[in-house]
Every structure is written in C-alpha cells, then in structure tokens.
C-alpha cells in the first residue's frame, strides 16, 4: 500500500510559478510511474502529466494544455515526484493530486489506471 502526501499548491497570480511535491510512504516508490492529474469541483480528473518508474532519463509525457509550461521530474532517493508549473494562467486552477500506477503498464492518461492516489493540493490562479 503506497501512501501519496501532495504540497506546494498555493494562491499565485497569472505568469507565476509553482512546485508541487509528491512524497510516497508506505512502498516501494521506484517500482511505480507516477502521474499528476487535476480536477475542479463536478468536473473529471484531468490527466496532466506522467513520468516512468525509471526516473528522469526516463519518458515523461504531457497534456497538450500544460506542455513547453510544467515541467514532471522525480527523485527516487528521496520518495518524490514533482510538477515545475510555470506560466501558470487561471484555467490551470484546480486541486492537484498524484497517483501511482505499476511501474510496467503502459503510460496512461486514464484515472482508471492509477491505483494509489494522494489527497491534492489546490492550485488558484488569479488573472
């Protein structure tokens, strides 16, 4: 059982930027690709990025709506994955939260697909 504990969500104004932090407890975090979704009130959860269990050399992979702007990395020592947002505009606010998926399946933008999930950090952005 892998537990996700998400941070560095924030009030920023537009053209600002932000880390989020992921840190996992509770398993084995290199044997899981990790990925960012985003979901606001009544809304699904939008897939936002994903990075493989292999580490940074490793794919990542983005929304077409975040891509060139965030930036996913992860670092294996420490039990953490990542989200850079720069660039931030209003449409990116909403709750960020991690999820962790079996390190060989397939890349996936799908929240079915994710097993562990953390709890997310709010992200507003003002214009």
């Known amino acids: 059982q892998v537990q996700l504990v998400e941070s560095g969500g924030g009030l920023v104004q537009a053209g600002a930027s932000l880390r989020l932090s992921c840190t996992a407890s509770?398993?084995?975090?290199?044997?899981?690709?990790m990925g960012w979704f985003r979901q606001n009130s009544g809304q699904d959860r939008e897939w936002v990025s994903d990075?493989?269990?292999?580490?940074?050399?490793?794919?990542?992979y983005y929304a077409e709506s975040v891509k060139g702007r965030f930036t996913i990395s992860r670092d294996n020592a420490k039990n953490t994955v990542y989200l850079q947002m720069d660039g931030l505009k209003p449409e990116d606010t909403a709750v960020y939260l991690c999820a962790a998926r079996a390190a060989l399946s397939a890349p996936s933008r799908f929240a079915r697909d994710y097993t562990f999930w953390g709890q997310g950090t709010q992200v507003t952005v003002s214009s």
């Open positions: 990075i493989s269990w292999v580490g940074n050399g490793g794919p990542k």
């Open positions: 509770g398993g084995t975090f290199a044997n899981h690709a």
